[in-house]
């Protein structure tokens, strides 16, 4: 029998890993709220069902990547009121515990087993493939998807008990938070001296001071265009929300974390909500006076 799979949630990361499945042989069924990515995804190969229910009837396992919590709490509805056979659900979003926990309660009271799997990464990552997945939750379903997760990611990690996959998470992307503002700071810096942002990135990288995070992002501060997000700024907001709650709720200090806040929002609020969020980088510009004069922004 060909290998089946479902993915709830087309966008950016979802449907990477819907055309990831695609090209290692997996039969994928899609869908999304939005026509536009579902008319993409079946040029690619994915067959699209009309709905989140057509498509739990239609696979035994279902990928889950969704903007918000509302949507898993649609999407678990619509799995619960199907009244199938057991069903796992990877729930690859980055949402609070709470939310999980409450998706997580109301699927194994239907008969199934729903995993928590957010990944690391970037969109544009997510299209090579060079994803890692914090999984956690029933250990027996987690070794039976090891061949799922190698078709869109480069490693996959069993954390123990359900909610350690986000836990993990948190940690990874209050990195990424730092480390992107920061790499925006030293680019700005480099600029207000009068050295040029390609030389800035090329000695960077070759340096002590590289990071996964600055050779992602840096680029797109050379080029200055933001135009082709691998994470939106406005979708990132909800991620830091997260973020930061967790880590009050623990009483736990993140004086690094907590100074990056007022430069995301102010990239939001000065039109970069639809750019990726290594715009940061404009926004400093802006703030340190600089004037680049070669291409207009995007």
């Not at 409450?102 to 060079?130: F, N, Y």
């Not at 999984?135 to 008990?161: T, V």
């Not at 009050?248 to 100074?259: G, M, Q, S, V, Y």
């Amino acid at each position: 029998m060909a290998k089946q799979v479902g993915v709830v949630g087309l966008g950016i990361m979802g449907g990477a890993f819907a055309r990831n499945l695609v090209k290692a042989g997996w039969n994928v069924v899609g869908f999304d709220i939005d026509a536009a990515r579902c008319r993409a995804m079946a040029r690619a190969g994915v067959k699209i069902a009309p709905d989140a229910t057509a498509l739990a009837r239609a696979v035994p396992t279902i990928i889950t990547s969704l903007p918000k919590p509302a949507a898993l709490d649609l999407t678990v509805k619509a799995v619960v009121d199907a009244r199938l056979h057991p069903r796992v659900i990877v729930e690859a979003s980055t949402f609070t515990l709470d939310d999980k926990f409450k998706a997580e309660r109301a699927l194994r009271k239907a008969g199934h087993v729903m995993l928590d799997c957010p990944v690391s990464g970037t969109g544009a990552q997510a299209k090579v493939k060079d994803l890692v997945i914090y999984a956690s939750g029933e250990r027996k379903a987690i070794r039976r998807l090891r061949s799922l997760f190698a078709a869109f990611s480069r490693s996959a990690h069993d954390l123990g008990a359900f909610g350690n996959g986000s836990r993990m998470k948190y940690v990874a992307n209050l990195l990424v938070a730092i480390n992107n503002v920061a790499s925006a700071e030293a680019m700005v810096l480099g600029l207000k001296a009068g050295l040029d942002a390609q030389t800035v990135f090329e000695m960077v990288r070759m340096g002590a001071a590289n990071s996964r995070v600055f050779e992602l992002r840096a680029p797109m501060m050379v080029e200055d265009r933001y135009d082709h997000p691998s994470m939106k700024m406005m979708l990132w907001q909800k991620d830091m929300s997260v973020i930061g709650a967790f880590a009050r709720e623990l009483k736990c200090p993140t004086p690094l974390f907590d100074a990056t806040v007022p430069i995301y929002k102010k990239g939001v609020q000065t039109g970069h909500a639809e750019h990726d969020t290594a715009s940061v980088c404009a926004v400093l510009e802006k703030m340190a006076g600089v004037r680049r004069g070669r291409k207009k922004r995007r």
